[in-house]
Every structure is written in C-alpha cells, then in structure tokens.
C-alpha cells in the first residue's frame, strides 16, 4: 500500500475513481472477446455436424459485438477522464500543499538544500506523478483485470486448460516481486544522478555571469559535463538492468501458452477435449496476457515514479517551526543565553539581549559576528539550539510562527521583488490595500516620485527578482512594502553596498519614516546611522562585548570606539579624494 501512498504523493484516496474505473472498463473490454468466441463456436458447429450455419445467431452475435464496441467506447470515457482528472488534481493539490509547506519550514532546512532541488521537486517529480496515475495505473489495472477474468472464465470452460495456460504466471509474478528492492535500488541511483544534473545546470545558470567575468567557463563547464555523463551511465544502467528482469517474466508469461497447447494436444488426441473448446483457448491465450505484458514493461516505471512520491512524501513530513499561540500584545524582544549555529560551529554564544517595546536598538560589529543572525532568529526564520527569544514574555516557541510574523517587518539587505508590477509588490505588504494606501505607503518611503517617472506608473512590471530597478530603489520599495504593513515590530539589516549620496539621504528618510514609535532593531554597517540609537550592542565573534549608548560606548573605548574612529577616518578620506 506504501507504493499508492508515495505514487499519489500521500493522497491514495484519489486513486479510488480513476481505479474503480478502469475496472469497469477492462471488465467492458471483455465483452467483445467473448461474442467472438461465441461466433467461432456458432461456425464450428455448423462444420462439425454439417447442419447449416445458424445464421440468425450469427447476426444476433454480430450486433452484440457491435453494441459492445459502442460500450467499450463509453466505458473508456470515464476511465479516461478520472485517470487525467485524478492525475492532474493530486500534482495541482500536490504543488499547493507542498509550497505551502515549505513556507511554514525553518528556513535553515530550505538553505541546506540544493537550489535547484526544490524546484525540480515542484515540476519534475509531480509531472512523474501525473504520467504515473494517468498512464501507468490504468495500463497496470488493465493488464491484472483481464487475466484474472479471463481465468475465472475458461476454469468453467475446462479447469485443465485453465489450469495450464496461466501455470507460468506466478513464475512472472514472482521474478517481477522478487526484484523489486533491487529495481528501486537502481531507480534510485538513476533519479540521484538526474536531480545531481539538475542542480549543476541550475548553478551553471544562476552563476553565468560570475563564470564569464572570472573566465571560469573551462572548470564549471567540466563539472557539468560529468554530471551529464553520470546521468547518462546510469540511464544506460537502469536500462540494461531492467530489461532483462521484464523479458524473462514477460517470456515466462508466454511460456504458459506453449504449455496450454501441448496440454490441449494431449487432451484432444485423447478425446477428452473438443476442437471448439481448443480453439477458444487458443484465441484467447494469444490474446489476454498483451494487457499485463505490455504493463509489465512499464511496471519498473512505476517504481521510479514512486520514488519521485516519496521524495515529496519525505519532505511534507520535515516537520515544521512548532507554536499555536497567538502573538502576545506587548512587543519588549529579550534573548535569553541563546547559543545559535547554522551547522556545528557556534555563530551565537550564550548572549542575553533587552529590547524594549518602542526603543532602537542597534547590533553592530565586525564582519560575521552574528549581527544579521540575531535579526533571523527574531523573525524565527530558526530557532535557537539553546536559550530563548520571549516577545510580550512568551518564549516564540509556543507562538504560532505565522501570528508572530504579522508583527514584524523586515526589510533586509537582499531584497527581492516578485515578477510582478511595482504596485502589487508594494501590496504584498497588505493584502487588498487599496491604490491610495500603496502610493501613501511609497510616498513616505520615497519611491512615489520614481516611480510615477517609469512608464507604466504603479503598473510597471519588474523583472523577477527586482533585476530592472537600481539596488536604492529596490530598497526603497521593501520600506513601502514594510511601512504599508504597519507591524508594531521593525528588522532592519542595513545595505552594506555603498549607495550613491541622493540614494542614502532618500533611504535614511524613508527609515525615519519606517520606524517612527516602533520597536526597532536595526544592523548598523554605518556607525554613524544608529548614534542616535537607544541602546548600541556590539556584538564579536558571536558574543555581546559592549553596549549602551553612542556616548556611553565612545567613553569606553572599546571595540565600538575602534570602529567608529576607524569609520569616522575612512569617511574623511572619501571625503578627501
Ligand atoms: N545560512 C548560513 N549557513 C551557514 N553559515 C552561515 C549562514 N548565514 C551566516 N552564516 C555564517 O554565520 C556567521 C555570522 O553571519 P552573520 O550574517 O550573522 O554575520 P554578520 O555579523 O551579519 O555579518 P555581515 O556584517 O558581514 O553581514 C558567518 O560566519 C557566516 O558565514
């Protein structure tokens, strides 16, 4: 049963119709075996005692065969269309529920994986899907339907010839089974190396320029290369391993035929069969195993399908951040002894944080000290491996993580805009804001007036990924989009890019905007942005070194001094040159 729950990636009940019909229409496609049969037996007859043929039974036969065409027609209808419908609603419900289940996991889980994996998931495996429902399981319900009917039928016929024509069928059965774990073994390598080529191709894509401007097309163009070739050898593979498994089961299913006539020779020499019966088993045995065998040659299609269903079965069964409370009203942030890493090296350790609700507090620090992971884990992109992050007093772990976000907004350095218009990109801020809100919104986040200089107005389309507007603008936009979202909680992670004068003042202004009686917590790069700042931590290597105010900090004399005196320098020099 596991392999209708991966095939239909965890939804077997859509399974039920397209099955059920199948089997009334292969139970329909029987129908004109038998009248055929019934008009051999009527001629026979007729030959056999020399009478003349019955031949308003023969016609009567001829307009049942017809009649049974027509219904072999309608039967397929249904069929046809629960298999598609079922296909195409499992990989549409499919696609849905799993996008949406990959917005709800840790985002550390989404990172570790390759980037191109998610996606081919998302269209490769759920079209294997599709084509596994709508092609392979009516081919493969068919091709067990008609045997076992057949069987049940000829046992009245003569259980001996019976008996004899599907004698080999277990062998198959058997040879089929027995080698399942190894053709899924084989599978799998193959989808391995196929999703290996995948993700090569898309980080030959996505880095083409970087490849190009440091000439490194020789070296990444190799890697890819051998990617392709694994996929290949492994095609070549699975090929060469499966194809003699079918053929031998295949041959073992025809070898009951062979059977079936020197059983039936022996009986009719010996006169314990008659010719008419022969030669109805005959019709019929070169006839009822093309279903199950042409089936059979898919069959090992059915496991590799499946695979591609348990992968996605897999991954909706990743379990997702934990918390069904409600976010509490109040908004004071405090970390309490949170140690945090993104693998096994620590990048937080052991801090302890006050933010109180409607103060700025400003992380800053060298490089890769943990400034931008302290934003992360407030936003509970992941949660910390030890300590806790209360807001309004509750540990965020028992808070529902999508009540929790609807507090914060977040405007980071890697902004990133939908294939979509300006407007509706700002919209995503609020879902169903009106056009007034979203231009009041970039109004006080200073995109309004660029924005109305670009052709289309609001209704310029931007390329995926924000690619057609300058970095100061797409920032900007994320300041609209946060602004018209109105959360009492702001994350701010400041561009570290430099940013032309006209760009710095227009984005300070929107902040000031942005943050006006909030709960601010901001990553500073530029000291000079956060003197102001109610409360300055300075983080180092992952640990709180220093904090308080500009002034405060500045009299210590401490990391913060350094690196103040070390920025206040390098502007002068700008300034200079
Ligand atoms: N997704 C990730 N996976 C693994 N390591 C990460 C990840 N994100 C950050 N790191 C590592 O964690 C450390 C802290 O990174 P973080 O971005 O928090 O530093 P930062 O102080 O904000 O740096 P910067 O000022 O350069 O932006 C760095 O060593 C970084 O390489």
Redo the contacts with the bound molecule.
């Keep these: 049963m596991k392999i209708l729950y991966n095939i239909t990636a965890g939804n077997p009940k859509k399974l039920r119709k397209p099955i059920v019909f199948s089997v009334i229409s292969n139970v329909i496609n029987i129908l004109p075996f038998t009248l055929v049969m019934q008009a051999v037996k009527i001629i026979f007859e007729s030959y056999s005692t020399g009478a003349p043929i019955d031949t308003y039974k023969l016609w009567l036969t001829c307009g049942a065969l017809f009649l049974s065409m027509i219904a072999m027609f309608l039967g397929e209808i249904p069929a046809y269309r629960f298999s598609f419908r079922g296909a195409y609603m499992v990989a549409a419900e499919g696609r849905a529920k799993l996008a949406e289940h990959l917005r709800k996991l840790p985002?550390?889980y989404l990172?570790?994986r390759d980037p191109g994996d998610l996606g081919n998931m998302m269209m490769g495996d759920f079209t294997l899907i599709e084509h596994c429902i709508s092609h392979l399981m009516p081919q493969l319900v068919g091709g067990l339907v008609m045997p076992i009917i057949a069987f049940i039928g000829l046992l009245f016929l003569d259980w001996r010839m019976a008996v004899s024509m599907f004698a080999a069928l277990p062998i198959a059965i058997l040879i089929i089974a027995g080698t399942s774990k190894l053709q899924r073994r084989v599978g799998k390598r193959h989808m391995e190396s196929k999703i290996y080529a995948a993700n090569r191709l898309q980080e030959y894509l996505n880095g083409i320029g970087t490849i190009k401007a440091y000439n490194l097309t020789g070296e990444r163009f190799v890697r890819l290369e051998k990617a392709f070739r694994r996929f290949m050898m492994e095609s070549i593979k699975i090929e060469g391993f499966l194809q003699p498994i079918v053929l031998t089961a295949i041959a073992c299913i025809r070898a009951g035929l062979t059977v079936m006539v020197f059983v039936g020779t022996h009986l009719l020499l010996g006169g314990e069969l008659n010719v008419i019966t022969f030669v109805t088993f005959l019709i019929v045995g070169t006839r009822v195993f093309d279903p199950l065998t042409s089936a059979l040659g898919n069959f090992s299609e059915v496991h590799y399908d499946e695979q591609a269903g348990e992968r996605i079965v897999n991954l909706l069964n990743e379990p997702i951040l934990p918390g069904e409370k409600i976010a509490p009203e109040g908004h004071d942030i405090i970390l309490k002894d949170v140690t945090f890493?993104?693998?096994d090296?620590k990048?937080?350790k052991d801090i302890s944080i006050e933010m109180p609700e409607g103060s700025l507090t400003a992380?800053v620090?060298?490089?890769?000290?943990?400034?931008?992971?302290?934003?992360?884990l407030i936003a509970r992109f992941y949660d910390p491996q030890k300590g806790k992050i209360l807001i309004g007093n509750e540990d965020m772990k028992i808070i529902e993580p999508e009540s929790l976000l609807q507090k914060v907004s977040m405007v980071f350095?890697d902004v990133y805009l939908f294939q979509d218009t300006i407007g509706n990109n700002i919209r995503f801020g609020k879902e169903g804001a009106t056009q007034a809100e979203v231009e009041e919104a970039a109004k006080r986040a200073c995109c309004h007036d660029f924005i109305m200089k670009l052709p289309q107005g609001y209704d310029t389309p931007v390329g995926e990924g924000g690619s057609t507007l300058s970095g100061g603008e797409k920032q900007r936009i994320s300041i609209a989009r946060a602004i018209l979202k109105n959360a009492p909680v702001v994350l701010l992670?400041e561009a570290?890019a430099s940013l032309d004068p006209e760009n710095e003042v227009e984005i300070q202004r929107a902040i000031n905007e942005l943050i006006q009686g909030r709960t601010v917590i901001v990553?500073a790069?530029r000291l000079k942005t956060v003197r102001s700042a109610d409360n300055i931590i300075v983080?180092d290597e992952?640990k709180v070194v220093e904090q308080g105010t500009h002034d405060e900090l500045i009299l210590q004399k401490g990391l913060y001094y350094d690196l103040w005196t070390i920025q206040q320098k390098s502007s002068r020099w700008k300034m200079s040159s």
């Excluded at 490089?367 to 992971?373: H, N, Q």
């Design positions: 985002l550390g990172t570790s890493g993104y693998g090296i990048v937080l992380l620090g060298p490089s890769g000290s943990g400034k931008s992971t302290v934003l992360k350095q992670d570290t990553v790069h983080l992952g």
